[in-house]
T-cell receptor, first 112, second 113 residues
Framework: ETGVTQSPTHLIKTRGQQVTLRCSSQ?????VSWYQQALGQGPQFIFQ???????GRGNFPPRFSGLQFPNYSSELNVNALELDDSALYLC???????????FGQGTRLTVV | GESVGLHLPTLSVQEGDNSIINCAYS??????FIWYKQESGKGPQFIID?????DKRQGQRVTVLLNKTVKHLSLQIAATQPGDSAVYFC????????????FGQGTTLQVKP
């Protein structure tokens, strides 16, 4: 059984650019959630996908968007990057939305 | 507003001692709680969870206690080891029909040899 994997591990982008982050959920898990973690802070919920549909969204602007594929892997897209978007982006998968969530190692995004 | 708060940003304990990390939550409707451990440069690692119909749950060397009356959660680690050094987060599920977790700021546990 493989765990949650994210790619890339590190990324540097310029302000105004667009970025796509990827996540492969743990085998058998149909729910994927994305979180943003600023340095020294706890993770903040961005949104969740359950069986390819968005199932809840946090307080993030529309330039943060996502997608879940039939194999339950997921993408997080961020348009018009801002300096404050620099953070660790975490993906978590769970068997179903109300059970324990397991996190990947994260993608460290730096916007310059 | 929503919040999950952690008491004490840093906890320093001697190796072999027991550690207690505390957490206060604000939403009395929350029905699911998880403790995570996060080491530097890594994603949060699931430790133990508890649902609101329980007040205590035990795992390997860890115990979570839930006091719904005062909206308080604690994580007890027995015989703390150097490998337990990390940041610990409590997380709360309060949204009812989604798996949105609300995290606190975290408590850093330092284990002295």
């Amino acid at each position: 059984e493989t765990g949650v994997t994210q790619s890339p591990t590190h990324l540097i982008k310029t302000r105004g650019q667009q970025v796509t982050l990827r996540c492969s959920s743990q085998s058998g898990h149909n729910t994927v959630s994305w979180y943003q973690q600023a340095l020294g802070q706890g993770p903040q919920f961005i949104f969740q996908y359950y069986r390819e549909e968005e199932n809840g969204r946090g307080n993030f602007p529309p330039r943060f968007s996502g997608l879940q594929f039939p194999n339950y892997s997921s993408e997080l897209n961020v348009n018009a990057l801002e300096l404050d978007d620099s953070a660790l982006y975490l993906c978590a998968s769970s068997l179903i939305w109300y059970t324990e969530a397991f996190f990947g190692q994260g993608t460290r995004l730096t916007v310059v | 507003g929503e919040s999950v708060g952690l008491h004490l940003p840093t906890l320093s304990v001697q190796e072999g001692d027991n550690s207690i990390i505390n957490c206060a939550y604000s939403n009395s409707a929350s029905d699911y709680f998880i403790w995570y451990k996060q080491e530097s440069g890594k994603g949060p690692q699931f430790i133990i969870d508890i649902r609101s119909n329980m007040d205590k749950r035990q795992g390997q060397r860890v115990t979570v206690l839930l006091n719904k009356t005062v909206k308080h959660l604690s994580l007890q680690i027995a015989a703390t080891q150097p490998g337990d050094s990390a940041v610990y987060f409590c997380a709360e599920n309060s949204s009812g029909n989604t798996g949105k977790l609300i995290f606190g700021q975290g408590t850093t546990l330092q284990v002295k040899p």
